[in-house]
T-cell receptor, first 112, second 117 residues
Framework: GNSVTQMEGPVTLSEEAFLTINCTYT??????LFWYVQYPGEGLQLLLK?????DKGSNKGFEATYRKETTSFHLEKGSVQVSDSAVYFC???????????FGTGTSLTVIP | DTGVSQDPRHKITKRGQNVTFRCDPI?????LYWYRQTLGQGPEFLTY????????KSRLLSDRFSAERPKGSFSTLEIQRTEQGDSAMYLC???????????????FGQGTRLTVV
């Protein structure tokens, strides 16, 4: 079946540190891949997406590359800020599908 | 505000009571989804609508749960005879039809946090 596996948190980084949050997926074919972010007390917001192999999604300094060969979509940012503290969710969906499949989320705390 | 809105934001209810939540999707979106999220977990799919038709329900959606989208616009999720295990954040999302708009993303509301005491 379809599933998304994320690295377990929580992750704590100092401001300006490099961030990697790992995400791998199990699916047949070529799903669309997404990263969503959830700030405390809020709903999920789309951070970035990629729709085919080798595509790179980017937004607000975050990047993720769709790697078909490793079935991965790792999230990276070169220099994190305190305001990046949130929970990050990796997700996939299908054009012919009925839902979005989410990972369990990775909590990030950035300390000054 | 043209985003997805949910009402109420918070609901505290006694075990055994019925509750109803409302979701207003983005107006041009004909897909509407309900998800449930518990602490430390990702959203779990409950059900989705294509316009007014409810096309799939998760096995998580017991007989006590019912969802409607009567005119293909807003949706309601009702939980009857609530149990403490129903305590969670209930998220609504909407999207364009992915069969027509490939790779489209879902837009989420801020959720309704239900606490059953």
């Amino acid at each position: 079946g379809n599933s998304v596996t994320q690295m377990e948190g929580p992750v704590t980084l100092s401001e300006e540190a490099f961030l990697t949050i790992n995400c791998t997926y199990t699916a047949t074919g070529y799903p669309s891949l997404f990263w969503y972010v959830q700030y405390p007390g809020e709903g999920l917001q789309l951070l970035l997406k990629a729709t085919k192999a080798d595509d790179k999604g980017s937004n607000k300094g975050f990047e993720a590359t769709y790697r078909k060969e490793t079935t991965s979509f790792h999230l990276e940012k070169g220099s994190v800020q305190v305001s990046d503290s949130a929970v990050y969710f990796c997700a996939l969906s299908w054009n012919t599908g009925n839902q979005f499949y989410f990972g369990t989320g990775t909590s990030l705390t950035v300390i000054p | 505000d043209t985003g997805v809105s949910q009402d109420p934001r918070h609901k505290i209810t006694k075990r055994g009571q019925n509750v109803t939540f409302r979701c207003d999707p983005i107006s041009e979106h004909n897909r509407l989804y309900w998800y449930r999220q518990t602490l430390g977990q990702g959203p779990e799919f409950l059900t989705y609508f294509q316009n007014e038709a409810q096309l799939e329900k998760s096995r998580l959606l017991s007989d006590r749960f019912s969802a409607e989208r009567p005119k293909g616009s807003f949706s309601t999720l009702e939980i009857q005879r609530t149990e403490q295990g129903d305590s969670a954040m209930y998220l609504c999302a909407s999207s364009r039809d992915p069969r027509e708009f490939f790779h489209t993303e879902a837009f989420f509301g801020q959720g309704t946090r239900l606490t059953v005491v």
